[in-house]
């Protein structure tokens, strides 16, 4: 049985079964490919280049169809589920299964997020192929779960990368896997699913303690709410911003947010002071609608929000602008400090020019500095935006409109997760001692 989102077409189908014909040749020249670029010498990355405005206007995009579907040979498949992606599934044979995975809209970066699941009526061994439209490269490792709750990496020796050659670079136009199946439940996923369900429980749980408080901001272009966290019991004179997963596929971004937020309510005696000083908010899912819908990147509205900051055409982004308009308003108080998490290839910081001064110059480098000489082994990366007073992303916001001495904090896919929680604590830590001097 085969099925697509109501925006594919006879093409697409020719086009799945087309990409998913396995060759053991291409496998074993991309385990090759992998060998060599594992071989060159180990340099910092350089991250991504200057960022440019683009028209945030909405525009449409493509809905998946969401079902349980029988695939045939007593093989079962579902995207039923908040965070799923899955827009096309084939049994090609006896043992291979073939996805299509293709964006909410284009363009878009190469970054195609999956999650699904799969079920058989009796044990039994297939290869599973994860297709992606051309030009999109593979780029999650897959994990896996028998409850949709905790993940585990999938072990290489069962997974590879379909590697092509294009203008004498390798490029990965897919990927292939292999499973066991059983009437038990089998979660695949890019990253580890984190809805705006687990979000809420998380949210629900940390606004027990007293100094939180844990309420409605607005809502998103979906509909659904979108809510920030107070953090303190200070008189909003002075403030720091946390905001995550704009960008909805970027869980280790919002990882280290969380480690950070916990760490500012913790019982610490630096996190009781800087509580009656500083009162901190946080939205820790800016995209709620992109997340739930399985989005590689873009909000309802079809746009990157993280593109959004300076037109403000759409809702998530224009009510956090008036969420702190209407504080700073109010109180006569300064943001000092913004972070907003995200996820990307490697670990690096994305700073404003350091000749830019806002409302606690320095702060920026000195917590970096200090976050890097706890951390063993690790040389932090630092690449300043340059210092054009544009207002695209939400650093470049915060920092040109409120003078938020602001960082955007940037989560390598592949991070082990303890150091990744490791590096918000101690973040979060440098940052009240700091703030407290």
């Given at each position: 049985m085969v099925f697509f989102?109501?925006?594919?077409?006879?093409?697409?189908?020719?086009?799945?079964?087309?990409?998913?014909?396995?060759?053991?040749?291409?496998?074993?020249?991309?385990?090759?490919?992998?060998?060599?670029?594992s071989c060159k010498t180990n340099q910092q990355w350089q991250g991504q280049g200057q960022i440019q405005a683009v028209n945030t206007q909405t525009v449409p995009v493509s809905l998946q169809f969401k079902d349980v579907f029988d695939l045939g040979k007593?093989?079962?498949?579902?995207?039923?589920?908040?965070?799923?992606?899955?827009?096309?599934?084939?049994?090609?044979?006896?043992?291979?299964?073939?996805?299509?995975?293709?964006?909410?809209?284009s363009p878009i970066n190469p970054s195609p997020w999956y999650a699904f699941k799969l079920w058989a009526d009796k044990e039994q061994e297939i290869t599973l192929?994860?297709?992606?439209?051309?030009?999109?490269?593979?780029?999650?490792?897959?994990?896996?779960?028998r409850d949709g709750v905790?993940?585990?990496?999938?072990?290489?020796?069962?997974?590879?990368?379909?590697?092509?050659?294009?203008?004498?670079?390798?490029?990965?136009?897919?990927?292939?896997?292999?499973?066991?199946?059983?009437?038990?439940?089998?979660?695949?996923?890019?990253?580890?699913?984190?809805?705006t369900s687990s979000n809420d429980s998380w949210t629900e749980e940390l606004s027990k303690k007293s100094f939180i408080t844990n309420s409605k901001a607005g809502e998103s272009r979906g509909g659904r709410p979108i809510n920030v966290l107070k953090i303190g019991e200070s008189d909003d004179k002075s403030m720091i911003v946390v905001i995550s997963r704009q960008h909805p596929p970027e869980v280790t971004g919002y990882l280290a947010m969380k480690a950070f937020v916990e760490t500012l309510s913790s019982d610490s005696e630096d996190a009781i002071a800087f509580r009656k000083k500083y009162n901190t908010y946080v939205f820790p899912l800016v995209n709620p609608d992109g997340v739930d819908?399985?989005?590689?990147?873009?909000?309802?509205?079809?746009?990157?929000?993280n593109r959004d900051w300076e037109d403000f055409n759409q809702p998530e982004t224009t009510l956090i602008r008036d969420?702190?308009?209407?504080?700073?308003k109010d109180s006569g108080g300064k943001i000092y400090f913004f972070v907003d998490f995200h996820s990307t290839w490697q670990d690096i910081y994305y700073t404003i020019d350091p000749e830019q001064k806002g409302n606690m110059p320095g702060l920026v480098p000195a917590l970096i500095s200090a976050t890097g000489k706890e951390l063993n082994n690790y040389e932090p990366n630092i690449k300043p935006s340059p210092g054009t007073g544009k207002r695209v992303t939400s650093t470049s916001y915060f920092f040109y409109e409120h003078g938020a001495e602001s960082l955007t904090?940037?989560?390598?896919?592949?991070?082990?997760?303890?150091?990744?929680?490791?590096?918000g604590e101690i973040t979060a830590k440098k940052l009240m001692e700091l703030l407290l001097k």
């Open positions: 989102s109501k925006y594919c077409n006879r093409d697409l189908k020719i086009q799945v079964m087309r990409i998913t014909k396995i060759n053991h040749r291409i496998i074993l020249a991309s385990i090759g490919l992998i060998i060599i670029a007593g093989i079962y498949a579902s995207n039923e589920f908040e965070g799923a992606r899955l827009n096309g599934i084939v049994l090609v044979n006896d043992t291979l299964v073939s996805t299509l995975i293709t964006s909410e809209n192929a994860l297709t992606y439209p051309e030009d999109v490269n593979h780029r999650y490792h897959p994990k896996t779960s905790n993940f585990q990496q999938m072990d290489s020796s069962n997974f590879f990368i379909n590697k092509k050659i294009v203008e004498g670079s390798p490029k990965s136009s897919g990927a292939t896997m292999k499973l066991s199946l059983s009437t038990d439940t089998l979660w695949i996923s890019a990253q580890e699913l984190l809805t819908n399985g989005h590689w990147r873009h909000n309802m509205g079809g746009i990157d929000l969420f702190f308009e209407n504080k700073v904090y940037e989560i390598g896919d592949k991070t082990p997760r303890e150091f990744v929680r490791k590096k």
